[in-house]
């Protein structure tokens, strides 16, 4: 950078010198804390959870599949359906409408993956005009068949245009005389609420002049569940060229209940890492309240299960037990175990025995928790069942509202049941009493309902079971008369009740190890999916050291600087001077009333600047001798970092190792802008650095702190901290009022 | 299939009689050099291949008169051809009859010198005077003789033809305004600038006045007027497709039927006359109705049938005149509801057709019992689960926007203010109430429509909403404290941003800002009705009532 620099320049430029902001990974907060000594622990956690996850992700895609087969059978059906009212004025041109506010893309993906017929995706951003939206219908149809190119080529202007109807005419002509048939050329319009009508009234008004010859299909893709936007957006003239059929395709509530029921709460599926009813419900709730898409439910249930494997390094155990495992992996499952369970390994001396008796406890815990949470998941599936069935037959029953309130039912099951928030005790006590008062008809109905459901679930290695369903048989053999149906009532009454709370009778948590697979009522991580925007910027600003440091719990240890860090962070001092300069203008914002003069500002924010100057300096003094020892290690690392000799030579000495890694990113971008004029004139040798330094002349002093100022002005501004007021030249308005700071 | 349809505009009907016959005398003798036909029949739909059809038939004529000039056409829809190029294909491409092949890769329509036509007017003359030597020679015409003096005779050989007229139709020709405005006046003198026999026919639902270049550029054209269709005149026009049904159904559209159908024809035509003169609604209605009302005579020649099998062959019996009117009783009535189904297209022909199937053997029942029921289309713009797939907070989210809209800026302290003191809330109840004093009386929001208004008030106002209607469903937040501070989170989520984007995406909500421009708070317009709003606040529990400015 040239010497020259003065006021009038307008313009400076400040080339990017490589540096300090690259990326270490060692850095990012929430870092596991197993470097510490969990040796293998770390990649068999991640290769856990991809199984663990990977499991879910399957059955959940299989549900989804199961759940849409009837609705893409009925799409084909509408598309193959070429039957018309004989004597109508003029063809119409099909078009299927789908409301699909939730499966999205994949469900039309399949439809299309089914038909053998030519079919095309049009994107809004494909139709921005007609030109535009014929030809990407054109192209789309004919280059997805093998025929798509014309054998003979001519100039672009010597054949027909490829935004030309009768180009795909000819084309349809060709196809049908080759394959035999006169297929449907289906064309998807994805988001179509976002197409613009005027493109899309005149395509349809093309599409259909071309009728019958060419036999043009349309499948709109809506989020409003009727085709009521067609109706509402589209003049009359374009509807008459239409046949609209529609097809809807479930959403709500029901597609959440529907997953819900056959994953986690299935008796038929094992889960392999257990949601606790505080997951459960934040997933429910954020479908409800915010986002009703399958991509959004996904994503918060693998969410969930990152945050498992990654809180606890124990869950690497998730599956099996490691022959050999490390001591420290050994000591913290011996922790959680005597936490759960003081007496757990009492009696035991020698230190391969406990290791044996660690593992063989962390063995039956495995079997123990998956016995249980299928318990859990059988008694409110029998709960449930009897539930509808006493619906059906008109009963209120445990006035439970299934469809709102599922996950809200289900996570009751977790809680101990003499606990009074479950109600369980209640429900409990309420099924049977209604259980006697049933009709023998009804009864022997339910009954059978569920024998069935207790045959249906598989009993392997697991005895209770087995008695259960042998005496539930037993029990209802017997009621086959009139006269005995109030004896045989009250003894199914019994039975149910006891069975159920059997299945009740322990909760999860008592458990040893429970944490490697429940997650129990860890908060969900919502800031991760639905962060607070304003909250999140101003405790940004407020407190940027705390956002951009390295956890504290994992100081980078091989890093010489670290180690001062280390020494200094115990000085945790967060003063003004210490924070980059937006948060410094920032601070001072807030000291502000209503209207800020911006040289007054200006004036505040020199003043920070020039105490951080002389804390620096001051420092660095103390640093000196520090930085003798250190400074051979420490400079090839930043040189390394700036790319080049002489920036690092000029870079070392101005900034104390100290400062260094304590300061953000953002912060140490700054001081590189900072650092950046004196490169020119400081010397190769770090010697002669102080007495380069005071060479600085207060004038260059003067336009970094103005350039630094207009650097953070503009960031707050871009924010949107600040609003250009013209009453007052010189001052801007603030927009952000009354904020808690501490 | 239907590929008899085209035919069906070979309109011999008296509709088009006497501009037909004019149209045809003109062409054929000597034609202005710029027609316009303006089409104020109401949805007539004069498209040009029924132009092209209607003035075909006359130009074959027979040869009584020795040579006589053949009349080629050529046509185009302007709302097709969206392009000058386009147009310029599909007229000369329809004018030499030039038909695409795939396999050769479909090129345009070319002589050997392989010059280019399509690219602007120069070229098109140019392409226009070499389709006419092309034409001249397939016709057997010396082209320069006959292109300059029709009236001289061939030589030697006996000539069919003594020259070639071109006749170029463009239909829809208003689209011509907005698509390509600078080729109007070129049509409209397209003879002066080619200097051949040629004609220009434009035709249009709108009238020339209206679309035709400012200062005079074009010259005035020949105007042709298509008159509006009597009564007298649809019900022809709708009888007269009886043939081309039959053969398209022989069953359904029996010939001895054809009494009964011209009957139904007048019948339907009575009842939905008031409402729409457009024979294509007429046609597309007739088309829907007549399976059900035809289908108890079928049902009773199929048990007479079944009682007689020896007599097979025996032929489907005109009804009787009872019978006749029978029917026309019986579904007179659901005719007007066809009419309010179909004509807004609720529902189309075929499914409201079959939806609608009257019972069988209906008039063997007494005529009490018998009746013809009709199945209302599922009311597609009522309210009801309209909105059920958003999620809560959308919900809330549109019921702020509606509020937002309807209520002017001033007014929000007030209402959703919410003072410490009760006081303040209860004024407020009063002042909503108060009417304007004396004079200009103000037009109510309500009927001028959504204002616009900016995020940051729709974000305050949600907050105002959710703070008063959504606490209790909220799941335990033990960390916020303060009052207020859930929905002061809440209001500012990444959720609330991402929902009212995908409001507007799906024309919920609409964006009167560009979506580019990043300056200044992006402005947005409630788009949902008052029903609409009325049904979420209800659903959400909010007394929309209350907080409306202006009472309704």
Redesign the interface.
Known sequence: MSDDRTLEETTFSIPYAGGDDEPSPANLPGAPKDELGFPESHERRFETYRKAWSTCLDRIQSIVKQLLEPHIEAVIQQVEDDSAVPGLPHPELPVISISNPVFGASFLNDVCSRLDTPSTHLYPSDCVNLTSAMRALITGLVQDTDDDIPRVKHKVSERLANYDINYLAAWYKHYVSTQGSRPVLLAVLHNFEEFDPTVMQDVFYICSQQLPELRLSFILSLSTPLPTYLHIVYPRATLACLRIRTVAIPNGLSVLNEILLQTFFSPFFDSDVILGPAALEYISDFFTRHNRTLDSLITLIQLVYMKHFSVDPLTSLLYSTPSTPSPALLEAALTSILATNETAVDGISGEDAAKEKIIELIDESRSKIQNRYKSIRIAFHLTRLMQLFFVREGYKGLAWNLENDLCAIFGGMFLKRKEKSSGLERSLGYLSLILKKLNPDQLHRLSHEIHEFLQSIDAEGDENLKAAQTEFSDLTQGQASDENSKTVAAEMADWVDDFLRNLLLERLEDILLWEVWYTGMTPFPSELVNPSIRASLLSGLLRPLEFASPSSTSPNANTPGAKVAEMTTVVSDESLWRLPDTSILFRRYLDSGRLINVYDWFESFQAVLETQREEVKKERARGKGRGRKNGGSSSPSKGKGRGGGKASAAATPKRSPTKKARQSPTKNQKGKQRQQPEEGDDGMDEGEDDEEEEEETEEKWQIEVQARFIRALHELDYLGFIKHTKRRADHVARTVFDINDE | ???S?PD?YTFDCTAYGDVGLELSTLISSYPPPFIYIHDSSDGLKVNARVITKLLQKPSEPSQEHGPITKVCFGWA?A??C??Q??LF??LI?SLVGHT?????????W?LDN?S?W??NLDSFLQGLREAHTHLSKRFGVDSTGAAQSTDRKGKGKVQEYNGVRIVLVVARAERLKESMPELLVSLARLRELVRLDLCVVLSSEVEWDKIKSPLGAAPDPYFVDIPPLTKEDTVSLLTA?YPA?TS??PT??HPSLKSLYSHFVAVLCDVCYLYTHD???L??I???R??GFVKPVLDEHQSQMDEEPEDEQRDIEPPSEDVRLRLTRLFSSSLSLALEAL????T????W?KVNEPPSDLLSKPPAEAKVTTASPTS??GTG?????????SKFILVASFLASTNPAKSDVRMFGRGLDEKKRRRRKAQATVKPKGGVSKVPQRLLGPSPFPLDRLVALLGALLEEHDVD?R?PAPEFT?PGEYTD??I????I???VQ?LS????MHRTTKAEQIDGPAMFKCAISYDLAWALSKELKIPLADLLWEQV
């Open positions: 299939m239907t590929l349809q069906d829809d709302a097709c969206f392009t190029r386009l294909e599909a491409h695409l092949d795939w396999d050769e890769g479909c090129p345009n070319a392989g280019q399509n690219e497709r049904l398209e159904n359904l559209y024979p294509n609604e046609k597309y007739a088309a829907a007549w399976p004509y807004p297209r609720l189309d022909a075929s499914d057709a597609a713009l689960s309209l909105l059920g797939h958003l999620p809560r907070l469903s799941l303060i989170m809440e500012s989520r990444v959720a941003n991402a929902a995908e995406s799906s024309r919920l």
